[in-house]
Structure formats: C-alpha cells, structure tokens
C-alpha cells in the first residue's frame, strides 16, 4: 500500500486461529477456509447453511477438532474407516495446509472435500494459524480480503503517510485487545482499509500493522 494521508479509513483486528474458532463458529458456517487456491482441493460452499445440523436448534452442538487430521497421512488408515470415525458428530476441523504440521497438504485437502460431498450437512472447516506458523511458508505477498476479521470500527482522524509509531483515533475502541493469548504476550493484529463510495471495503487500500498499546480514555 502506497502511505497516504487517511480519514475515510477503517480498523479491524485479525482474528487468531482460537478467537476464529470461539466467535465465528456458530456466526458464520464455513464449509471450508483457504487462504491460496490448492489444486488437489475442491471448496464446496454451503448455498443454505440452514441444512448445517451444527446451526440447528438441537443439543450437543458437537464436532471433531483436529483428532481428524493426523488420519490421512496415516498410511495403515482407509478413507472409509476415518470417515466412518469421524462422520458421527456435526462436522470437522483440522489443518489441510502445511503452515504448522508439515505433511497435511498431501492427503488431507483430498479427504476433507470427499468428506463434505458425502455428509453435505456437516461443517468443514479449516484450522490455519495466523501467527504461530512457519515463517517459511507460503512466503510470498497475501491479499489482505484472505484473512477473517472481527467487526471493524471507523478510524476519525487523519492517519499520517510516515512510519514508525502512530496514534489512531477510531470511533469505537473497545474490541482492541493487547497482552492476550496462552502466555498473555500478545497484541492484536490491525488491517487498515479502505471504504468504497458504496461502504464497502475497499482491500486495494490496505496496510496490516501491530497494536503497541490502547488508550481507553482517548479512544487510540
């Protein structure tokens, strides 16, 4: 991104892989995430999430978290016999993507599209670390509308085209979060981003940057 003077700008904080898991599961029906197109994968969207038994109105809203994705590296294990142990629930998460566990795209983008073609009610999702992930992997350029943010909030004052250390007054300044995580060391990741005539986001104008610290009272 080109730095330039902003006020019709926006912040939205980056959602870990734990916030993603906790917030957006029963918001948004995801039958899978990826972040860069896999050739052995095939993305099926879910056109009616209302037929997901995971947003239905029954208890236990239950499904499998990362058991399922040692399974298909496994090479004494049948897609039959996993899927079996793994289709009893409403749906599956587990890594695909080889950002942390390295050996899960061999197999695993193969069988988690299989699995949602035969239970086309059960959620599929990916589990993707932001963060704590190889730095070797996938080096090259993202675009920014790939990651999954929480509600933005407006930024009302000018942000100035320099680098280093900046003071961002935005309207709304309770969603950000700093010393979180496992070990409390960790800070928000921000996105800033354009807004379109129309309102909407604009993510050819958009720079990713750290959160220092937050000041309440100032709303920075």
């Known amino acids: 991104m080109n730095k330039r003077s902003l006020s019709k700008f926006v912040a939205a904080q980056i959602s870990d892989s734990k916030r993603l898991f906790c917030q957006g599961i029963l918001r948004f029906a995801f039958t899978a995430l990826f972040l860069a197109p896999i050739p052995s994968m095939t993305v099926h969207a879910a ?21 399922c994705e040692s399974g298909p590296s496994n090479k004494r294990m049948t897609y039959e016999k996993w899927a079996a142990e793994f289709g009893r ?3 599956i998460i587990g890594k695909c993507l080889d950002e942390e566990v390295l050996g899960r795209e061999s197999n695993n983008p193969e069988w988690f ?3 949602k073609r035969d239970y086309p ?5 990916l589990h993707f670390n932001g963060n704590a992930r190889d730095p070797l992997y996938k ?29 961002i007054k935005v309207e709304n300044v309770r969603d950000f979060h700093v010393g979180t995580g496992r070990y409390r060391t960790s800070n928000d990741d921000i996105a800033l981003f354009g807004v379109t ?3 909407k986001h604009d993510w050819n104008y ?9 000041d309440q009272n100032a709303s920075t």
């Not at 236990?60 to 978290?65: G, I, T």
């Not at 958009?206 to 937050?214: G, K």
């Open 206 to 214: 958009c720079e990713q940057v750290q959160l220092i610290s937050v």
């Open 139 to 167: 080096t090259e350029k993202y675009f920014s509308g790939h990651w999954i943010y929480r509600k933005a909030t407006l930024i009302i004052s000018d942000v100035p085209a320099t680098s280093g250390e900046t003071v």
């Open 197 to 199: 005539p129309d309102g």
């Open 113 to 115: 599209s299989r699995f």
């Open 47 to 67: 056109e009616n999430t209302a037929n997901l038994t995971i947003l239905g109105p029954d208890y236990p809203r239950a499904f499998f978290f990362r058991a």
């Open 121 to 125: 009610n059960q959620v599929v999702l």
């Open 89 to 91: 629930l409403s749906g």
